[in-house]
T-cell receptor
């Protein structure tokens, strides 16, 4: 059974650009959540999607957005990139009612 | 609302000595609790989880944790540290209900193992 797959693994972008990250959950997992990890702020929750609907959102500006497709794959988009957006972005998937989430390897975004 | 506090940002032990990484949580209901480990430039690996079964939970690589409701703690221990245990460890609360699910992470504890 394939795990959670995040693409790309590494990205370098320039300030002001936008970026789209992708997360393919484990087969059958309909919940996908996104997290940002930075040295200063640690791991913070961005948002969670279930059956193409955003159910929860963390405390991030509107530049951070996401969506989920009918096959449960999810994308997150960051517009007008800032240096502070440089981080490891992790996604996790879980089954409905599950007591555990499974993480991908992450996408490391560097904004220069 | 839930929160997680890892009481030590850095812990240093000698190889072969016990490891104790401390975690306190706050949750408005019975939580699911986890410990994850992250090696440099890697993703998160699940060490162990507590989901309201046995209060002493055994995980991978010789780690275990004890859920103490009265103390709202979920400390991670290992009898004998190995050099390969050097990594960052995260204590996590997971909630999942009809409104959604979310993981709340502690600030992390960096474990250093001296030869």
């Amino acid at each position: 059974k394939a795990g959670v797959t995040q693409t790309p693994r590494y990205l370098i972008k320039t300030r002001g650009q936008q970026v789209t990250l992708s997360c393919s959950p484990i087969s059958g997992h309909r919940s996908v959540s996104w997290y940002q990890q930075t040295p200063g702020q640690g791991l913070q929750f961005l948002f969670e999607y279930f059956s193409e609907t955003q159910r929860n959102k963390g405390n991030f500006p509107g530049r951070f957005s996401g969506r989920q497709f009918s096959n449960s794959r999810s994308e997150m988009n960051v517009s007008t990139l800032e240096l502070g957006d440089s981080a490891l972005y992790l996604c996790a998937s879980s089954l409905p009612g599950a007591t555990e989430a499974f993480f991908g390897q992450g996408t490391r975004l560097t904004v220069v | 609302a839930q929160s997680v506090t890892q009481l030590d940002s850095h812990v240093s032990v000698s190889e072969g000595t016990p490891v104790l990484l401390r975690c306190n949580y706050s949750s408005s209901y019975s939580p699911s609790l986890f410990w994850y480990v992250q090696h440099p430039n890697k993703g998160l690996q699940l060490l162990l989880k507590y989901t309201s079964a046995a209060t002493l939970v055994k995980g991978i690589n010789g780690f275990e944790a004890e859920f103490k409701k009265s103390e709202t703690s979920f400390h991670l221990t290992k009898p004998s540290a190995h050099m390969s245990d050097a990594a960052e460890y995260f204590c996590v609360v997971f909630w999942n209900n009809n409104a959604g699910n979310m993981l709340t992470f502690g600030g992390g504890t960096r474990l250093m193992v001296k030869p």
